[in-house]
């Protein structure tokens, strides 16, 4: 699977919301999801936890002119927390990021309102591609949803939240 997301800070997330209720996004739930990252080798793992259950998903990504496009496989499981002790014991876990989601969805495009422990208010846009899609060609549907939002480029982020929270620590004494 793939999209193209793009990640950004947010000062307010009512009116970001409202601005994205504007443009035809729907509220679909709010979710409260228990990210835990584990050491690998190539690209990123994280296991999610949710109320509803859990799943593991490894992705890429990559710099798509501005945006990020990701490539991802997502797999259920139905026990997360030996999954979570097997894999912290062999690979080590990096971080966790806990966070409350507000999910909006319209067509292909999944907007998230993130309020993320320890850092702060973020919004990220992703756009679903379909196997036969070309990636540049959703770049425009981006940037018109990110105009709409009135989200400058100086907010745009291009790295996962557990890399913000590895950039707030204190240097080691």
């Known amino acids: 699977m793939r999209n193209l997301e793009a990640k950004f800070r947010l000062a307010d997330l009512a009116r970001a919301r409202t601005r994205a209720e504007a443009i035809g ?5 709010t979710l409260i999801q228990r990210d835990t990252f584990f050491a690998v080798p190539h690209g990123k793992l994280k296991l999610r936890e949710e109320a509803d ?9 990559e710099d798509a002119r501005g945006f990020e496009l990701s490539n991802y496989t997502i797999v259920r499981l139905t026990d997360a927390a030996t999954t979570r002790a097997m894999l912290e014991s062999a690979l080590g876990v990096i971080a966790e990021v806990r966070k409350r989601r507000t999910l909006l969805l319209r067509d292909n ?30 770049h425009a549907a981006l940037g018109a949803i990110l105009d709409a939002l009135e989200v400058r480029t100086a907010d745009l982020i291009g790295v996962s939240y557990f890399e913000l929270m590895g950039q707030r620590r204190p240097p080691p004494v």
């Open 53 to 61: 259950g859990a799943v593991l998903i490894h992705y890429q990504r």
């Open 109 to 138: 495009i999944r907007f998230h309102l993130d309020e993320v422990e320890q850092l702060g208010a973020f919004g990220e846009i992703e756009i679903v591609l379909a196997a036969e899609d070309d990636a540049t060609a959703s």
């Open 25 to 29: 996004l729907v509220y679909a739930a």
